[in-house]
């Protein structure tokens, strides 16, 4: 009888299955704080305090512009469009250690400052007390939100909002009926060797992405296209991305022509946006004179001036950008390339977002050097000439002489 008993007592001390999942319930439940006031709302208090260093600016406004590349105003106009989205989709256990619920301000902090730094996701939580999920997730969930909640900061401007760039352009640079300036980047990352392949490892021996940008005077994108291998040409990224289908089509720059010169006919200058020796000279691209195929001359060396001081507007611009979102600066490891576009769509945004709210471009974030180090010395000359866009290059050297 001693046995059974015994084994009788085991049975009573050993708890079901069901008891365990209610226990683990009951744990859970306790950790997650069910009272609305159990947020996260001083959340930059706390973060300023626990990342203060000599490096950090002392005035409280500066430093969270340090921090965020936002100032206060347009990190709440930020929070404003995605706020919907993180509150009706929010990742599963979003709770500090402190165990209180993230707030929508801290999340997108979290997520602007994994943009801004380009730091580990261990190291972005360990600078707002969370893990590194919660740092991968929340980073996300406001990438695929701000993807398309902002997307009408980044489109081609209206006829009147041409019409002033055209205007500023040519009080700045003297160049007339210019609408922009195209150049492009490379987003460099490493890849699994399953993934590897001659067409993403491009002339510096780097496997990278393209990113290629149309920019207005203020620096802001006017267009832009991301995803293609950066072992492409430069002239062969054009001829695949939208912008040139509608340039080709007339849907955009196929505004009002300019007379350059009053009472002479054929002068007219139509719409066009300036790019370097990578790209084709087209009715619509003007590019500079090359020296190697003609005898420099005071009105080529003039022209040429003017276009660098145009097309240098595109290249500060992506040296802002990648300065401001250094994630888009430092060497990506593996990361997953469908989802890299969106990454860098949404620094894009930002950058407009930035300049649409009249915040001002810290000075002190641009890259030094080229946006491009390495690249801008191997540059790929593209021979393509259209006859139409010689002569109205022509008619641009021509004009700044008068």
């Known amino acids: 009888m001693a046995p059974a008993v015994k084994k009788k007592k085991q049975q009573q001390q050993q708890p079901s299955s069901l008891d365990n999942n209610k226990k683990k319930k009951k744990k859970r439940m306790k950790a997650v704080p069910l009272d609305p006031e159990a947020i996260d709302c001083d959340w930059w208090d706390t973060f300023w305090h626990r990342n203060s260093s000599l490096s950090v600016p002392l005035d409280e406004d500066d430093a969270f512009k340090h921090f965020f590349r936002a100032s206060k105003t347009t990190f709440s106009?930020?929070?404003?469009?995605?706020?919907?989205?993180?509150?009706?989709?929010?990742?599963?256990g979003l709770i500090n250690i402190e165990g209180r619920l993230l707030s929508v301000e801290k999340q997108v902090a979290i997520a602007l400052r994994r943009l801004a730094s380009g730091d580990s996701q261990v190291s972005v939580g360990a600078s707002f007390g969370v893990g590194q999920s919660t740092v991968s997730q929340v980073t996300w969930r406001f990438i695929e939100s701000l993807e398309e909640r902002a997307k009408h900061h980044l489109r081609w401007p209206d006829?009147?909002?041409?019409?002033e760039i055209k205007s500023k352009f040519q009080d700045m640079y003297g160049l007339p009926n210019c609408c922009g300036a195209i150049d492009t980047t490379h987003i460099i990352m490493t890849l699994p060797a399953v993934q590897a392949s001659d067409d993403w490892c491009d002339l510096e021996k780097n496997y990278s992405m393209f990113?290629?940008?149309?920019?207005?005077?203020?620096?802001?994108?006017?267009?832009?296209?991301?995803?293609?291998?950066?072992?492409?040409?430069?002239?062969?990224?054009?001829k695949f991305s939208?912008?040139?289908?509608l340039c080709e089509s007339g849907q955009i720059l196929d505004g009002n022509a300019k007379t350059l010169f009053e009472g002479e006919e054929g002068s007219q200058v139509r719409e066009y946006v300036v790019?370097?020796?990578?790209?084709?000279?087209?009715?619509?691209?003007?590019t500079p004179h090359d020296d190697c195929d003609h005898p420099s001359s005071d009105p080529m060396m003039a022209f040429n001036y003017r276009h660098e001081k145009v097309r240098s507007v595109a290249a500060t611009a992506f040296a802002h950008l990648k300065g401001s979102w250094r994630i888009l600066s430092k060497v990506m490891w593996r990361p997953d390339r469908r989802k890299l576009p969106s990454i860098i769509l949404v620094c894009c945004l930002l950058h407009n977002i930035i300049i649409d709210c009249g915040d001002y471009?810290?000075?002190?974030?641009?890259?030094?050097?080229?946006?491009?180090?390495?690249y801008a010395d191997r540059v790929c000359k593209c021979k393509q000439t259209d006859p139409l866009g010689s002569e109205l290059r022509g008619y641009l050297t021509e004009y700044l002489l008068r």
């Open 275 to 286: 790019g370097g020796i990578s790209y084709p000279l087209l009715p619509w691209l003007i």
């Open 211 to 238: 990113l290629q940008g149309v920019f207005d005077h203020e620096m802001r994108f006017l267009n832009m296209v991301t995803g293609w291998p950066g072992g492409m040409t430069v002239s062969k990224l054009l």
């Open 242 to 245: 939208g912008f040139f289908k």
């Open 77 to 92: 106009y930020i929070c404003s469009l995605v706020r919907e989205d993180l509150i009706s989709r929010p990742p599963s």
């Open 159 to 163: 006829s009147d909002r041409i019409e």
């Open 361 to 374: 471009l810290q000075e002190d974030v641009p890259l030094s050097g080229h946006h491009d180090a390495g």
